[in-house]
């Protein structure tokens, strides 16, 4: 108990990288943010313009992206680059002690504070419109962004990627493949990882009040996919499960999952108005998407399993696979 006190075990959850996080060249026109967390911490973000944007172009619809537990800034890029390049503003801040923010994750509520910030720092930005901001986490990003929605209506639409929908059971997962943490075993597991507000909890909170997409891989090994299921049920929502789909490199990878999430925004926040003529910004388009042999094998499928817990991307320069 002391150890959850303190603390301890919950940081284990949080892999950083510190270092320089110069921002993409391949994103033309990004830079690095820097603001302040609500406790004085500095933190520092990249935005990401929507293609072909220039200024004193209207504001755009704008995305709020929450990465995962591990790495820096970089090693996040293959998640989130198909939104820009369909139009979107991003705005992906680095967690404290990752990257280049100062300080050190301990617990996770320092986290959705740094969260917190980053929306405080986008809905000033005269570039977006404050009316379209949707928000995207993955894995851990998931698993804050979903507390954070629940009590900021500025957010109009949230979609979770690879998330867990409880702490005790992730760890769980990671101890015991396939283990269903229950009754004894969470107040065991209770005693090192706080449960707090488990993020299905807060997708519960949100449901039938704006549009949320639980989009899952069904071979996902680090969080298994009766997380999502298990979202999606408390928010009455169906779960988007990509059949292949993995923890590392789907969003990177996989049409589908890319074609879901940004078919979402679309439906969900509306298009940009200047889109990019990237081939990447036509799976948006429900029509191109219906099309695509692999975008159509995102169904209500998938086998629950588990492995090691690390969220990291294939290196940015890796290519994308159709």
């Known amino acids: 108990m002391l150890l959850a006190g303190t603390g301890a075990v919950e940081r284990l959850f949080f892999m950083p990288s510190r270092g320089p996080t ?14 302040e967390s609500a406790d004085g911490t500095r933190l520092a973000a ?27 800034l970089p090693d996040h890029l293959a998640f989130v680059e198909a939104m820009p390049r369909a139009g979107y503003h991003v ?8 990257g280049e923010s100062e300080g050190r994750p301990r617990r996770r509520v320092e986290l959705e504070a740094d969260l917190e910030a980053a929306l405080e720092r986008l809905l000033v930005d ?10 995207v986490g993955h894995s851990l990003g998931g698993a804050l962004a979903l507390p954070l929605a629940a009590r900021r209506p500025e957010i109009r639409a949230i979609a979770v990627v690879s998330a867990f929908a409880d702490w005790p059971q992730v760890a769980a997962d990671a101890i015991w493949p396939g283990l269903r943490a229950s009754p004894p075993l ?17 997708a519960e909170r949100l449901a039938g009040d704006r549009p949320l997409l639980v989009l899952h891989g069904g ?6 996919v009766h997380h999502g299921r298990a979202i999606a049920a408390a928010a009455g929502v169906e779960p988007v499960v990509v059949p292949q789909g993995d923890h590392n490199t789907m969003l990177a990878f996989s049409s589908a999952a890319r074609g879901a999430l940004l078919e979402f925004l679309g439906q969900a926040i509306g298009l940009p108005e200047a889109r990019s003529a990237d081939p990447e910004a036509r799976s948006a388009d429900p029509e191109a998407r219906s099309a695509d042999p692999e975008a159509r094998s ?9 492995g090691n817990a690390q969220d990291r991307a294939p290196s940015a320069g890796s290519p994308v696979r159709e």
């Not at 995102?298 to 588990?306: I, L």
């Open 91 to 98: 705005l992906m801040p680095g967690y404290r002690g990752y």
């Open 298 to 306: 995102a169904d209500r499928e998938g086998v629950p399993t588990a």
């Open 186 to 202: 969470r107040w065991l597991l209770s005693a090192f990882v706080r449960p707090g507000t488990p993020p299905a909890r807060a």
């Open 22 to 35: 110069p921002p993409p060249a391949t994103i033309p026109g990004s830079e690095t943010i820097r603001f």
């Open 126 to 135: 005269p570039r977006i419109d404050p009316t379209r901001i949707a928000i």
């Open 46 to 72: 990249w935005w990401l313009p929507g293609a072909g944007w220039r200024p004193g172009d209207p504001p755009r619809p704008a995305v709020l992206f929450a990465h995962g537990n591990a790495g820096s």
């Open 219 to 224: 071979d996902d090994r680090i969080v298994p």
